[in-house]
């Protein structure tokens, strides 16, 4: 059986962050601020990168660090969790990205030395990718919420995340797809699942206010408490602020932890810090420049490995 976290994980070291025009339009997270200069955004992006890979790394965490490339220029390359995603049965997914510069993003070099430094051994590739030639976007497990134990997708619709790629994805994987809309306080569709909902072992933190529909909220609330997972809810403010933006990783010794923002730790109420902390031990770490000009948080940074024998 596969199990919902792993200790192994990948993060893309930035060389051209900066605010991506091209994706701005459907990400409401984003902000573009002409004050700074975009070497400047980089800089401070990089230093909020190595201290959040430190963090880690102190707290007993597997973390492979790759350099992003210069040309192309890939200003969203720090978030390579919506290109690819590796699983324990052998399996690496990469996926088609909605903006052209994305795109760019995937890189075979990459994929290579995670199996040369992780012990992934490769079984077989599913080369999403494609279906963006036809319109069909889906960008990983931003996209997607995967409930690996229980074999489920959860994933909002939006123009990030296509319901016939989703179907696609959910019959090659052979899991159960729960799909719905979620909206901002704006009424804009959330433009990642994985901004308003994360889900752990045995928890969830869901941003039960942006899912407006009553039918499609019970189909999610009935879903994850027969898994057994306790649903802990967020407000749109704390969605605003990052907190549904975390994950639940592991230690190389087994202990869970829940990674989230400096931004999101601060926006949680004392019993759900108390609550969370019941479960997982809460990591916090500021990254500022990154959320804003980015749109992302934590969660975003993370391409979770999992392998054999995981």
Avoid at 163 to 173: F, G, N, P, S, Y
């Amino acid at each position: 059986m596969e199990k919902q976290s792993t200790d192994t994980i990948l993060m893309i070291r930035p060389v051209s962050f900066s605010f991506n025009e091209q994706t701005g339009e459907s990400n409401a997270f984003q902000t573009s601020d002409k004050g700074l200069d975009k070497s400047k955004i980089n800089q401070k992006a990089q230093k909020e990168f190595d201290n959040m890979v430190a963090v880690l790394e102190k707290n007993g965490v597997k973390v492979l660090v790759i350099e992003d490339k210069a040309d192309p220029r890939t200003p969203d390359a720090i978030f390579p969790n919506n290109w690819v995603s590796f699983h324990s049965d052998g399996t690496i997914i990469t996926y088609p990205m909605m903006a052209e510069n994305r795109r760019q993003e995937i890189r075979e070099d990459v994929l290579n030395e995670v199996c040369a430094q992780t012990g992934f051994s490769l079984v077989k590739r599913l080369h999403l990718e494609t279906l963006a030639d036809h319109g069909l976007i889906l960008e990983g497990t931003g996209s997607m919420i995967l409930d690996r134990v229980n074999r489920i997708i959860y994933a909002c619709i939006s123009p990030r995340t296509n319901l016939d790629a989703l179907e696609k994805l959910a019959q090659h994987r052979d899991y159960k797809l729960i799909a719905f809309k979620a909206v901002d306080a704006k009424g804009q569709e959330i433009y990642h699942t994985n901004v308003m909902m994360c889900l752990g072992d045995r928890y969830c933190v869901l941003g039960t206010e942006s899912i407006k529909d009553e039918v499609e909220l019970g189909q999610v609330q009935n879903s994850l408490e027969q898994t057994g997972h306790e649903i802990i809810p967020v407000s749109m403010n704390q969605v605003e602020r990052f907190a549904g933006n975390m994950l639940q990783i592991r230690t190389a010794v087994g202990e869970k932890l829940l990674v989230m923002s400096q931004s999101a730790y601060a926006s949680l109420k004392p019993e759900q810090i108390e609550k969370l902390s019941s479960y997982d031990r809460i990591v916090h770490i500021a990254i500022p420049t990154i959320e804003k000009y980015g749109g992302g948080s934590t969660r975003c940074m993370i391409a979770e490995v999992f392998y054999q024998g995981l």
